[in-house]
């Protein structure tokens, strides 16, 4: 029942419309596939779905509603009557939902559209499954067996199914991230300029130089555009961050190709009086954050990441730190940040819905005015979203 396969989706979180429906149930009635519950995938996953982060939480709706079905005869077979139909979509569905239908022609028009697919389908199958008895018969020999002399070709082992493989699972913007998608979610933090040497080939004005000049070429030329946003990186190194090291590389690297006007900090478990550049030099080389405050103007970006994992006095106490003795609380250094940088976030690589089970998570989220975000392409989105306003 396609209808409960629609809520499936809503459940798994896909943001799949009943305009994309109508849309699915269109192609079936077109006979665009058949019978294959690959084609029949392949089609649902066309039509339903319209961002490629969706494909992971597509798989696991579709795994769970055709679990144990081989093809789409069991589905025809589980077709309910109209009138069941009719009382379940009024039921199920939200008003907004049943406003939708009824821009898309009514009710009757939507049960019309079911109702006319499932006749056609269960007349093909009829077809299909005569073809197939008689294909049966003119294989099987006097021995009972298939197969050419009698060898039998036996069943194919079914290979795993698509949806089961998950291909797409670094894709899930609820999930953590992947090295392929974080340069595109900072890529949301751009804002473009062209400045410095001319080096660039202006093609349209010098196409104009050209015919106004009679012919007689005159090369213009222009600045590359590059992204003039500036950032402030500040990595969480050691301690429970080592379970993360990889991801946090990953993101480091990327912030590296992504912003030309980049610098990058280390700190341990909170911000205090100094960080560092150097991991290997950090009791030797540390940098005042005095220094970074009055270096880089209020129009950087500042973007924090670490777990937030601590004991709470280490935010709110002197002598805190677990390193070393702070003459002010971690609490004071956010504050300063905040008062200095209008665009602060802050990345937790730990999964959001831990955050609540520890009480130095939340005091972290305060301090940065909620503006914490999980280490996910969702996550990464939105505090880029936030650091591009």
């Known amino acids: 029942m396609l209808i409960n396969f629609f809520l499936t989706l809503r459940r798994y979180k896909v943001p799949v419309t009943l305009r994309e429906l109508m849309d699915l149930l269109a192609a079936l009635d077109n006979h665009i596939v058949y019978g294959s519950m690959d084609d029949f995938y392949l089609l649902a996953r066309t039509c339903l779905v319209k961002d490629e982060t969706n494909y992971d939480k597509f798989d696991r709706a579709f795994g769970a509603y055709f679990k144990g079905l081989e093809?789409?005869?069991?589905?025809?077979?589980?077709?309910?009557?109209?009138e069941w139909l009719r009382r379940e979509i009024e039921k199920t569905l939200s008003d907004a939902d049943l406003k939708e239908i009824n821009s898309l022609g009514g009710l009757e028009a939507f049960i019309n559209a079911v109702r006319k697919q499932r006749e056609e389908e269960e007349r093909r199958l009829a077809e299909q499954r005569a073809q197939e008895e008689r294909e049966r018969e003119g294989d099987r020999d006097?021995?009972?067996?298939?197969?050419?002399?009698?060898?039998?070709?036996?069943?194919?082992?079914?290979?795993?199914?698509?949806?089961?493989?998950?291909?797409?699972?670094?894709?899930?913007d609820s999930v953590e991230l992947g090295t392929r998608n974080i340069k595109m979610a900072l890529r949301r933090l751009r804002k473009f300029a062209r400045a410095g040497?001319?080096?660039?080939?202006?093609?349209?004005?010098?196409?104009?130089?050209?015919?106004?000049?009679?012919?007689?070429?005159?090369?213009?030329?222009?600045?590359?555009?590059r992204n003039t946003v500036k950032v402030l990186t500040f990595f969480d190194i050691g301690g429970s961050m080592d379970a993360h090291v990889k991801i946090c590389e990953e993101l480091f690297s990327a912030t590296k190709t992504e912003f030309k006007h980049l610098g990058s900090y280390y700190f341990h478990n909170f911000i205090y009086e100094s960080v560092w550049k150097d991991n290997?030099?950090?009791?030797?080389?540390?940098?005042?954050?005095?220094?970074?405050?009055?270096?880089?103007?209020?129009?950087?970006?500042?973007v924090f990441v670490g777990d937030a994992t601590m004991a709470p006095y280490e935010i709110t106490h002197?002598?805190?730190?677990?390193?070393?003795?702070?003459?002010?609380?971690?609490?004071?250094?956010?504050?300063?940040f905040n008062n200095h940088y209008d665009k602060l976030i802050w990345i937790n690589p730990t999964p959001q819905e831990t955050w609540e089970y520890s009480s130095s998570v939340g005091m972290t989220q305060q301090l940065v005015d909620g503006r914490m975000f999980p280490l996910t392409i969702r996550g990464l989105e939105e505090g880029m979203s936030i650091l591009s306003k």
């Not at 199914?161 to 899930?172: E, M």
């Not at 040497?197 to 555009?225: F, Q, V, Y």
């Not at 005042?288 to 129009?299: E, Y």
């Not at 805190?320 to 956010?334: L, M, Q, R, T, Y």
């Open 318 to 336: 002197s002598g805190g730190s677990v390193e070393h003795w702070n003459d002010e609380p971690g609490a004071v250094w956010i504050e300063r």
């Open 280 to 302: 290997r030099r950090r009791m030797n080389e540390r940098i005042s954050t005095w220094d970074i405050l009055n270096k880089f103007g209020a129009d950087y970006r500042i």
């Open 71 to 82: 093809d789409l005869h069991g589905l025809l077979e589980a077709l309910v009557p109209d």
């Open 197 to 225: 040497m001319p080096d660039e080939l202006d093609m349209d004005s010098t196409i104009k130089a050209t015919a106004d000049n009679g012919g007689l070429l005159d090369i213009k030329m222009r600045p590359e555009r």
């Open 142 to 172: 006097g021995n009972g067996r298939n197969g050419p002399g009698g060898t039998g070709r036996g069943r194919k082992r079914k290979a795993r199914r698509v949806w089961d493989q998950r291909q797409y699972k670094n894709l899930d």
